[in-house]
Every structure is written in structure tokens, then in C-alpha cells.
């Protein structure tokens, strides 16, 4: 059909350099790969970037070389103070680029690194990965990122070789990283509670895969909760619907004791009673428990003071 014949080419896929090749490093070198970029690979140990050349990738003999093959340059080391080490001394070579950062840190390491590359001349985008290496290039794979939406657009088919999960979320630097930690933190919440509840039913000869099954459905009832109280810390009215923080005080109490009584850690509900004691100090006794997010939001200082 003639409308075939005239429909425009496809883009060529853009040309990436890669930074850092370990386990994640590698990952994103080979997602770029698998989706036909151009892809040029450095790192500091040469040895690690050899094994690329055979899927077609091409071998930087230098950091200023491997910046110089690509206007997206994608960094993934061990920490920011490695990404400054690296890139620093190539002053003028580093403008025009556009500088993703996937290399875990703080909000305040991200936004401080972007007036770094302006300084520089490079456009800069903060990232955050929610995903193992064995699921970066799949639908498995969440990535976010923050800057300029100027920086991210061009690029945005590129960098969802990566993940379909690719996601801007907005100017401030920061948000990638601060979203990463709020995401880390849910993660070892549920990981460490897990445990901790495998080690209770362990003392009565209960297998942690026999507890697995009842874990999930928990955790899938309490994912359930999160829309209703994301909206009632958004309105900061904690209405108890189901049960007070007063109530939910003593059920803590009771595994305090029960642990105890096991001879199993109890600094997990310890902690999780004393913060509660202060909702319930602050006139939350009869809160819902969306109220706990006041404690959150008070400092260690302002609670010692």
C-alpha cells in the first residue's frame, strides 16, 4: 500500500556510553546492546569490559574516550565520590553530554552532583534503580529518574532499554534518591518483620516456608491499606475506621512479651511501642493509625528535647 511506502524510517537507536561495569554496571551495558544501540563501555578494571566486545560493544581505552563516543553517558560505580573522581579531570570534554547517574546516594549528593555537571556543561539526570541486575532491559525493572525534563525527553527511548518501569518524576534532582530510600525502607520493614516472625513460630518447630503463605496474604492485606492512608496523611485527618492507635498499642505490648517470653529479639516491637506511646502522648490515643506518620516527622533531637 502506498501509505507504507512513504511512512518515515524508524530513528536509528542513539549511541551510549556506559561507565562502570560492575554486576550493574553490566546489566545496562548489555540491555543497550540487546535493544541495537551503539554502545561504548569503560571501566577502571579493563578486564571487566572485554567480555562486551564479542556482543558488539566498543571497548573505550580511556574515560575521555568513552565520554567522547556518545552524547548520553550513563554512570554506574560504587558512589558519588567515584563519579567526581572519574569525570572531574575532564573538565571541557564533559560539555554538551547529557550525564545519567545511576549510582546509589543521598537527595543531597544528587542535587549537589547536578551543579557539579552545570558547572561542567553537561545536562545532568539523577537515577534510582528498583531492580535487580537480572531484570534491568525486562518489564520487571522500575527506574526513576529527576532533572530536566529538557534532558530526560530526547533520550527517554534510549533509557527505557532499560526497564519498562522508566519513569520522570519531576526538576528537583533529588527525587530519585529520595524515592529510592523510601522504597529501601519499605522493603527491609517487611523483610526484617518477616524474620522476626519466623523466629517466633521457629521456637514452637514452625518451618519459615510453612509461615511464607500467611505472611503474603498479611502483607497483601496491609498493601490494600496504603491508597486510603496516603490519603488521610495527604488530608492530615487520621480517622479511626477500623481500629485506634490506643488499640493497636496493646496488641504491640503483647508481642513485646510474647518475644520476650521466647527468648526471640524483641527490639522490633519494642520500637514499634515506644512510637506509638508518643502518638499516644501527643493525643493520638484515638487516632487511626495513619497518625503514626507525626512520629516520622519529628527528628530524634526534637523528640530528646
Same mark, same amino acid.
Given at each position: 500500500?502506498?501509505?507504507?511506502?512513504?511512512?518515515?524510517?524508524?530513528?536509528?537507536?542513539?549511541?551510549?556510553?556506559?561507565?562502570?561495569?560492575?554486576?550493574?554496571?553490566?546489566?545496562?551495558?548489555?540491555?543497550?546492546?540487546?535493544?541495537?544501540?551503539?554502545?561504548?563501555?569503560?571501566?577502571?578494571?579493563?578486564?571487566?569490559?572485554?567480555? +562486551?566486545?564479542?556482543?558488539? %560493544?566498543? =571497548?573505550?581505552?580511556?574515560?575521555? &574516550? !568513552?565520554? *567522547?563516543? /556518545? @552524547? #548520553?553517558?550513563?554512570?554506574?560505580?560504587?558512589?558519588?565520590?567515584?563519579?567526581?573522581?572519574?569525570?572531574?579531570p575532564l573538565g571541557a570534554a564533559l560539555d554538551g553530554r547529557v550525564l545519567v547517574n545511576l549510582t546509589s546516594g543521598t537527595?543531597?549528593?544528587?542535587?549537589?552532583?547536578?551543579?557539579?555537571?552545570?558547572?561542567?556543561?553537561?545536562?545532568?539526570?539523577?537515577?534510582?534503580?528498583?531492580?535487580?541486575?537480572?531484570?534491568?532491559?525486562?518489564?520487571?525493572?522500575?527506574?526513576?529518574?529527576?532533572?530536566?525534563?529538557?534532558?530526560?525527553?530526547?533520550?527517554?527511548?534510549?533509557?527505557?532499554?532499560?526497564?519498562?518501569?522508566?519513569?520522570?518524576?519531576?526538576?528537583?534532582?533529588?527525587?530519585?534518591?529520595?524515592?529510592?530510600?523510601?522504597?529501601?525502607?519499605?522493603?527491609?520493614?517487611?523483610?526484617?518483620? +518477616?524474620?522476626?516472625?519466623? %523466629?517466633? =513460630?521457629?521456637?514452637?518447630?514452625? &518451618? !519459615?516456608? *510453612?509461615? /511464607? @503463605? #500467611?505472611?503474603?496474604?498479611?502483607?497483601?492485606?496491609?498493601?490494600?491499606?496504603?491508597?486510603?492512608?496516603?490519603?488521610?496523611?495527604?488530608?492530615?485527618?487520621?480517622?479511626?475506621?477500623?481500629?485506634?492507635?490506643?488499640?493497636?498499642?496493646?496488641?504491640?505490648?503483647?508481642?513485646?512479651?510474647?518475644?520476650?517470653?521466647?527468648?526471640?529479639?524483641?527490639?522490633?516491637?519494642?520500637?514499634?511501642?515506644?512510637?506509638?506511646?508518643?502518638?499516644?502522648?501527643?493525643?493520638?490515643?484515638?487516632?487511626?493509625?495513619?497518625?503514626m506518620i507525626e512520629q516520622f516527622r519529628t527528628s530524634a533531637q526534637e523528640v530528646r528535647a
Amino acid at each position: 500500500m502506498a501509505h507504507d511506502r512513504d511512512a518515515a524510517p524508524a530513528p536509528a537507536p542513539e549511541a551510549v556510553t556506559v561507565v562502570g561495569l560492575g554486576l550493574m554496571g553490566q546489566a545496562l551495558a548489555g540491555a543497550f546492546l540487546r535493544a541495537g544501540h551503539p554502545t561504548t563501555v569503560w571501566n577502571r578494571t579493563a578486564a571487566k569490559a572485554e567480555p +562486551f566486545a564479542a556482543q558488539g %560493544a566498543r =571497548l573505550a581505552g580511556s574515560i575521555g &574516550d !568513552a565520554v *567522547a563516543a /556518545a @552524547p #548520553l553517558v550513563v554512570v554506574c560505580v560504587s558512589d558519588y565520590g567515584a563519579v567526581r573522581e572519574l569525570l572531574d579531570p575532564l573538565g571541557a570534554a564533559l560539555d554538551g553530554r547529557v550525564l545519567v547517574n545511576l549510582t546509589s546516594g543521598t537527595s543531597a549528593q544528587a542535587r549537589e552532583t547536578a551543579e557539579w555537571a552545570r558547572h561542567h556543561g553537561a545536562d545532568y539526570l539523577d537515577g534510582a534503580i528498583l531492580a535487580a541486575p537480572q531484570a534491568i532491559g525486562t518489564a520487571d525493572a522500575d527506574i526513576l529518574y529527576s532533572g530536566p525534563r529538557s534532558a530526560f525527553d530526547p533520550h527517554e527511548p534510549a533509557l527505557r532499554a532499560l526497564g519498562a518501569g522508566t519513569a520522570h518524576l519531576g526538576e528537583d534532582h533529588g527525587l530519585s534518591s529520595l524515592h529510592d530510600a523510601a522504597v529501601l525502607g519499605l522493603m527491609w520493614g517487611v523483610l526484617n518483620t +518477616f524474620l522476626h516472625g519466623a %523466629a517466633l =513460630l521457629r521456637t514452637a518447630g514452625v &518451618d !519459615a516456608a *510453612a509461615f /511464607a @503463605p #500467611l505472611a503474603t496474604k498479611g502483607i497483601g492485606t496491609v498493601t490494600g491499606w496504603l491508597a486510603g492512608y496516603a490519603q488521610q496523611v495527604d488530608d492530615g485527618a487520621y480517622p479511626a475506621d477500623d481500629s485506634t492507635i490506643d488499640t493497636h498499642l496493646a496488641a504491640m505490648e503483647h508481642l513485646v512479651h510474647e518475644s520476650e517470653a521466647l527468648g526471640v529479639s524483641a527490639e522490633i516491637p519494642r520500637f514499634f511501642t515506644i512510637l506509638a506511646e508518643r502518638a499516644v502522648a501527643d493525643g493520638h490515643g484515638g487516632s487511626g493509625y495513619a497518625a503514626m506518620i507525626e512520629q516520622f516527622r519529628t527528628s530524634a533531637q526534637e523528640v530528646r528535647a
